[in-house]
């Protein structure tokens, strides 16, 4: 077995010692629920660990809109798609985990359910899918944008600047995401899924800093990961806040409006830097990156070995990284 210590050492953003040699491998991945899925190209595995203890692994493609329609492939503008698209396989992939830990005990179903099953039948999933899209993107829109915008129009009549003002509405939603993640973090299940979530990084940097996929090293490696989604919503935050600085509007609903059609402009800078901070290792984009992989701490957890095993077992089934060791680290 290759040297523990010396791996330790040079895994990415790790507690001790230098940083290895970062190198991008485009594979990514999320945690579901008891289990994690893995993406590399239009390749996808979602592994999951069932009740009985025993590894489920679905293995199926997925053609990104950006690859579909050509322009929704251009700078500034793939974001918002490549946002969509994770939105799509997460709801596929947690509805295939999620398929394992049903009660077994069957309930009569209420009037609505007999409705709609009656109704749609075997389409009634393909419906409620993009219905639940729909209304995550909704809530979150008034959680996230509308709330802070409330809040902070409390305080307007104290405060004389527009741009003082867009900086206070900006740490409202900050503190507001912030104390979501905080409470939803003390869930059984959600505290687990970060597990996952740990293990899926791990994963990803074990490989990408040269390391052949093992438990031990897998274990070694950091759990914090710079294009994770975590950072890209911080990172959409922090941007909104410049956004907003700049755009002047007057009154409340007109100000509404702006930060809903400014959305998909800030996820598309956000976006490019997540994209630019994935594939580069230099100082300035890793201090740029901090806030991000200090949320992250809130997001992801240390895995058991078992949660390990079944983020290797994803990984595996859509990637090659002995292949990748071989071509990216010859002298490893």
């Known amino acids: 077995m290759l040297n523990l210590f010396f791996r330790y050492r040079n895994s990415s953003f790790g507690s001790q010692g230098k940083r290895g040699i970062m190198k991008y491998s485009g594979i990514g991945g999320q945690a579901v629920i008891e289990g994690i899925m893995m993406k590399n190209k239009q390749e996808y595995a979602t592994a999951v660990r069932k009740p009985d203890g025993e590894i489920e692994v679905k293995k199926d493609t997925y053609v990104s809109l950006t690859e579909k329609v050509?322009?929704?492939?251009?700078?500034?503008?793939?974001?918002?798609?490549?946002?969509?698209?994770?939105?799509?396989?997460?709801?596929?992939?947690?509805?295939?985990?999620?398929?394992?830990?049903?009660?077994?005990?069957?309930?009569?179903?209420?009037?609505?359910?007999?409705?709609?099953?009656?109704?749609?039948?075997?389409?009634?999933?393909?419906?409620?899918?993009?219905?639940?899209?729909?209304?995550?993107?909704?809530?979150?829109?008034?959680?996230?944008?509308?709330?802070?915008?409330?809040?902070?129009?409390?305080?307007?009549?104290l405060v004389a600047s527009d741009t003082l003002m867009a900086f206070i509405e900006g740490i409202i939603r900050l503190a507001i995401f912030i104390g979501y993640i905080k409470v939803i973090s003390n869930m059984e299940d959600i505290r687990r899924t970060f597990m996952y979530h740990g293990a899926e990084h791990k994963c990803i940097n074990c490989i990408e800093h040269g390391m052949e996929l093992t438990v031990e090293n897998v274990r070694a490696s950091s759990k914090q990961h710079k294009r994770c989604g975590t950072s890209f919503l911080i990172i959409v935050m922090l941007i909104s806040i410049l956004f907003f600085m700049a755009v002047r509007v007057e009154g409340f609903w007109p100000r509404v409006i702006s930060r809903i059609v400014l959305i998909p402009v800030i996820a598309g800078v956000s976006y490019e830097f997540l994209r630019l901070a994935g594939r580069s290792d230099s100082r300035v984009i890793n201090i740029l990156s901090k806030p991000g992989l200090w949320m992250q701490n809130m997001t992801t957890k240390e895995p058991d070995d078992s949660m390990i095993e079944v983020a290797i077992t994803a990984v595996e089934a859509v990637f090659d990284w002995k292949t990748y060791l071989k071509e990216n680290f010859p002298a490893k």
């Open 70 to 157: 050509p322009c929704f492939s251009l700078p500034f503008i793939r974001g918002v798609f490549n946002f969509a698209d994770s939105m799509i396989l997460g709801m596929r992939t947690l509805t295939f985990s999620a398929g394992f830990f049903e009660d077994d005990v069957e309930e009569e179903p209420g009037r609505l359910e007999k409705w709609l099953d009656d109704r749609f039948g075997e389409k009634l999933e393909k419906i409620l899918m993009p219905m639940v899209m729909v209304f995550s993107v909704i809530a979150a829109i008034v959680i996230f944008m509308v709330l802070p915008l409330g809040i902070s129009s409390l305080v307007r009549p």
